[in-house]
């Protein structure tokens, strides 16, 4: 870029200057509220793939692609040998559940406490679970493990019904 006056050359400098320091600062903000820890009344686990509690089930089904079934109150996905999700819908085609199966060993289980905020009750046999309401954000969130060397880890998001 070559300037035959300063003035103009000045002008480009403080307006890119001007928009670095708003790309800079929008940045930062979207940051910040990205690490914010969430407050007890919110929910640590959300969703599924960018599947939510309440989403309409053409956007569920573009998120998650073709399920295995499928039916007007009901997808099943099969990722594949370790992992299938259920995704619930009611009459107005909106989702109120999902839940998540971990299978066989499954690798990339989330832990506990990154789904609840604690550790579930445990037993002796080494089942557990844990159920977790969440009423501003209007579903409930659960944590089940079933006992044995190989245990299957289900994670359950439920809409609250009033």
């Known amino acids: 870029m070559s300037c035959v006056s300063l003035r103009p050359c000045a002008n ?10 708003v790309v800079f600062s929008a940045t930062a903000s979207v940051n910040s509220n990205a690490q ?6 919110e929910p640590l686990f959300s969703d599924f793939k960018g599947v939510r509690i309440g989403m309409p089930s053409d956007e569920a089904r ?10 007007d109150d009901l997808d099943l996905y099969v990722f594949n040998d370790n992992q299938a999700v259920q995704i619930y819908y ?3 085609k909106a989702v109120t559940a999902i839940s998540i199966d971990y299978l066989n060993g499954a690798t990339g289980v989330p832990a506990p406490k990154d789904v609840l ?3 579930p009750d445990s037993k002796p046999d080494g089942s557990a679970y844990k159920l977790v309401r969440y009423p501003k954000a209007g579903f409930w969130v659960s944590y089940s493990r079933t006992a044995g060397n190989t245990p299957t880890v289900t994670i359950t998001m439920q809409k609250i019904e009033h």
């Open 12 to 21: 480009r400098v403080k307006l890119t200057v001007l928009f670095a320091a």
């Open 36 to 41: 914010r820890p969430k407050g007890p009344d």
């Open 62 to 71: 573009k998120k998650l692609g073709s399920p295995k079934d499928k039916a």
């Open 90 to 92: 009611d009459k107005t």
């Open 117 to 119: 905020g604690s550790d």
